[in-house]
């Protein structure tokens, strides 16, 4: 289509005398309306959620915010300083320990994750082994199976493990890990092949020459290469598990092993009353690492999307 | 050196677990599942020892855990849309029977109190039974009930735990688990026959007999009364008014659960809606993420907008932001009475109420969360066209607006459509984007249970966990199996739609 358009230009616009243009600059201010309106309807409500984070009494429609509201009584209560009433306690509501959880379960699963799926990745792009594009062709497509369903199966594959491995079964933030790990051949492992690929082949050639083993080749030259991609998959994978919601919340029903995302929403949907003030607050800081993530790898994270890694 | 030392470790670790395992399962009798850790173990021995192995010792820990937590659930999923699945049938037919059985048990009028003491061998819990009468003791559990020869009593009259088995102590008695266990036991005697032992208290126990009893021998459920043979229908018991008795039992029904959608008026009504809202739902998302992303990028990748940097980092925030925590907070904005959106509008909108408003909301929050996916690869996908492209156009005299649509649009149509099919699937299936925010209402006339912004894979999961009177998960696997072939479906086909417009161009 563009040769197309290129090699066919109407005929007596190709004899006119072409002049540099400069951009234009007269019509810019509309440009800059749409940016203002665009800032508008991505950062308001996010300004609505830290008002009502910095409000004691804060709810979703304190419009008429005065400095008169102003107060941090709701981190305060996240950090444990300052009981709400006698009911939302921190004991109820260990924030800080969901955080804690929340990290550890998404770093250890993202890396163990990279981990495994760079094993796989490395055999799909430089091992020769029969039905290997069947194979990935078939990986691709399981991952199009809705999982929501497959919770009833995964309960009582974890109710086994439980028994005989109690600090892992239902329940434990260990137990979701290995849950989790179930989805290291999957989007990650393509990605990773896919990028193995772009390593020239001439590298792992002129090395097996000089003798090298498959596992050398693997630890001395792909893997010191591939680092960087390595350390954005894993960083991805790692915001994909923080934002993990369903998952975590059927299994983990105990309040000292939830994660942020299951600890949450007992604020809103809680016990007791729904807390948006303390919701908001929480949902800032659970933000906050993830953002703080986004902004620094940037670059790499839209590199990774046109690849097609898709934000759970 | 260090390789070896590494597959040592490595091995030794996954050999002891497999051990630990092993007794765990073998105290349990699990023969099948002894069976398949034999088989795990052996292999991943065999594959990190073995020196032929290539491709597998790279790819062996990555399939296991693709076996256990993908591939099992989907072949359960399977199984389980050909089967009756569902709250009036979750057990197996023997637990139906005892069921049955327990449901119209009765204590023997003359039943002579036995002293017990509550047993355990690991795996069943069991009693130690001394008859008042002849002072013998028996051990019972619900396999067997067999007499203890020369038992060992202590002072207190109280007989020992026989070999293999252990008394429970005076704590795991107080367990609620422990004490359902127990009253729960029933404990066939020998002699009368169809009779049990079963717990009264932690000490004593009482002959009970029921009126309907199990035929071993002719494999059937009969009450002794009068005589009436339970026929069995679907999975469940049928009595002389032709009601199925709960629970049932889960048994394949074939393709009943398929047809079912296409035929009974009950389930086909709610699924066409659902799916046609489903398509339009996914459609209308990447459609308006995707238009507004690339009017943006459009926009503001001009040379001479500054601070396009602050820009996009600023953009970033909502796709940075959990997404679960944007549709929770989105769902509170939105609340009619005293959610923001009213507010600050001063409108009267329901916004999760009404059912059109409701779909509104949905792919309005939808955009919120998506624009800036869009943006961003949009943008990315401008920058890459490359410049000479357009300069040469301008050469040859093309307008600003030719350029656009002629060369840049085309371009990056091509680059983009496959995460557009990658979004649309996504978005087909997209659970939270419907559940956290609407929950799927507000509810329709014609369905309990989908309600107007539900799309099929939130309807699926209503239907197997939320239903009020009984979820059906054989027909909630079934519908999954569904969706699985639209998506494959639609994506495989638009995907090799696109590859063949990338090879004419």
Redesign the interface.
């Given at each position: 289509m563009t040769t197309e358009a290129i090699s066919n230009p109407t005929s007596h616009a190709a004899r006119r005398p072409v002049k540099r243009r400069k951009p234009y600059r007269g019509k810019l201010w509309w440009r800059y309306l749409a940016a203002v309106f665009a800032i508008t309807f991505a950062l308001l409500p996010i300004v609505y959620v830290v008002l009502a984070a910095c409000n004691p009494a804060g709810t979703l429609s304190s419009l008429n915010f005065s400095i008169h509201d102003f107060g941090l009584d709701n981190f305060r209560f996240l950090f444990g300083k300052h009981d709400l009433s006698h009911e939302v306690t921190y004991e109820n509501y260990p924030f800080l320990l969901w955080y804690r959880n929340s990290l550890m379960v998404s770093s250890i699963a993202a890396i163990l994750q990279v981990i495994v799926g760079t094993a796989s990745a490395y055999a799909f792009s430089r091992v020769h082994f029969k039905g290997r594009r069947l194979s990935l062709g078939g990986l691709l497509l399981l991952q199009m199976f809705p999982q929501i369903l497959s919770f009833i199966a995964l309960f009582l594959i974890m109710q086994k493990i439980g028994a005989v491995f109690p600090f892992m079964g239902t329940g434990t933030w260990a137990g979701l890990v290995l849950i989790y790990l179930g989805g290291a051949m999957g989007y990650n492992t393509y990605l990773l092949k896919g990028f193995f690929d772009t390593i020239p082949r001439e590298l792992d050639e002129a090395a097996t020459v000089d003798g090298a083993s498959a596992n050398q080749i693997f630890f001395k030259i792909i893997l010191p290469l591939a680092t960087p991609m390595l350390a954005v998959v894993m960083l991805l994978a790692f915001i994909g598990l923080m934002n993990d919601f369903i998952l975590a919340s059927i299994f983990l029903t105990k309040s000292d092993q939830m994660t942020l995302a299951v600890g949450l929403r007992s604020f809103i949907s809680g016990r007791y009353e729904s807390s948006w003030g303390v919701f908001a607050a929480g949902a800032l800081l659970a933000a906050l690492p993830v953002v703080i993530l986004f902004q620094v790898l940037q670059r790499y994270i839209v590199e990774g999307l046109a690849a097609g890694s898709v934000k759970g | 050196m260090f390789?070896i030392l590494a597959r040592i470790l490595f091995l030794g670790v996954v050999d002891s677990?497999a051990i630990?395992?092993g007794t765990?399962?073998l105290v349990?009798h699990n023969w099948l599942?002894l069976v398949w850790l034999a088989v795990g173990t052996f292999a991943i021995n065999f594959v990190y020892i073995s020196k032929r192995t290539?491709?597998s010792r790279?790819?062996l820990?990555?399939?296991i855990?693709?076996i256990?937590?993908?591939?099992?659930?989907?072949l359960?999923?399977a199984t389980?849309a050909f089967s009756n699945y569902s709250t009036a049938h979750f057990v197996s037919r023997s637990e139906a029977i005892s069921n049955q059985v327990l449901q119209n048990i009765q204590q023997v009028p003359d039943s002579p109190q036995y002293s017990i003491v509550p047993v355990h061998n690991g795996a069943t819990v069991g009693l130690v039974v001394t008859d008042p009468i002849t002072n013998k003791v028996y051990l019972g559990s619900k396999a067997a009930f067999k007499e203890i020869t020369n038992p060992k009593i202590d002072s207190n009259g109280i007989p020992a735990a026989p070999t293999g088995w252990k008394a429970y102590t005076e704590d795991e008695l107080n367990s609620d688990s422990v004490q359902t266990s127990l009253t729960n036991l029933l404990v066939p005697m020998a002699k009368p026959a169809d009779t049990y032992i079963m717990v009264s208290d932690l000490t004593t126990a009482f002959q009970f007999s029921s009126d309907v009893v199990y035929d071993a021998k002719k494999d059937h459920l009969v009450r002794k009364s009068d005589g009436y043979i339970f026929p069995e229908r679907e999975g469940a018991f049928i009595d002389e008014d032709g009601t199925a008795l709960d629970p049932g039992w889960r048994v394949n029904v074939g393709f009943k659960n398929f047809v079912s959608v296409i035929t009974d008026p009950v389930v086909r009504g709610p699924f066409v809606r659902v799916l046609i809202w489903t398509f339009v739902y996914a459609f209308l998302t990447v459609i308006t993420t995707f238009i507004f992303g690339l009017?943006?990028a459009l926009?503001?990748n001009?040379?001479?907008?500054k601070g396009r940097k602050f820009?996009?980092?600023?953009?970033?925030?909502?796709?940075?932001?959990?997404?679960?925590?944007?549709l929770?907070?989105?769902a509170?904005?939105l609340?009619d009475d005293?959610?923001?959106i009213n507010?600050?509008f001063n409108s009267h909108i329901p916004w999760l109420t009404d059912p059109f408003w409701a779909k509104v909301s949905t792919v309005l929050v939808n955009l919120?969360l998506g624009f800036?996916?869009m943006f961003?690869?949009c943008?990315?996908?401008i920058q890459s066209i490359p410049a000479e492209?357009a300069e040469?156009?301008?050469?040859?005299?093309?307008k600003p607006r030719?350029i656009l649509t002629?060369?840049k649009l085309?371009?990056l149509l091509v680059?983009v459509s496959?995460?557009l099919i990658?979004?649309f699937?996504?978005n087909f299936?997209n659970?939270?984007g419907i559940y956290?925010l609407t929950g799927g209402g507000p509810p329709v006339a014609d369905s309990q249970i989908a309600g107007a912004t539900d799309i099929l894979?939130s309807y699926?999961?209503k239907l197997?966990i939320e239903a009020g009177h009984g979820n059906d998960?054989g027909l909630?696997?079934a519908i999954?199996i569904l969706?699985?072939f639209i998506?494959?479906g639609v994506?495989t086909l638009s995907f090799t739609r696109t590859r063949a417009l990338e090879n004419?161009?």
């Open positions: - | 390789g677990l630990w395992a765990h399962l349990s599942g290539k491709a790279w790819l820990p990555g399939t855990l693709l256990i937590f993908q591939i099992y659930p989907i359960f999923t389980a009017a943006l926009l503001l001009h040379p001479g907008v820009l996009r980092s600023t953009l970033i925030i909502p796709y940075a932001m959990p997404g679960f925590l944007s929770l907070i989105w509170g904005f609340n005293f959610g923001v507010n600050l919120w800036p996916y961003l690869i943008t990315g996908a492209l040469a156009a301008e050469v040859d005299g093309a030719q002629k060369i085309p371009l680059t496959p995460l990658g979004s699937a996504y299936n659970f939270g956290l894979i699926t999961y197997a998960y909630a696997c999954s969706i699985f998506v494959a994506s004419l161009s």
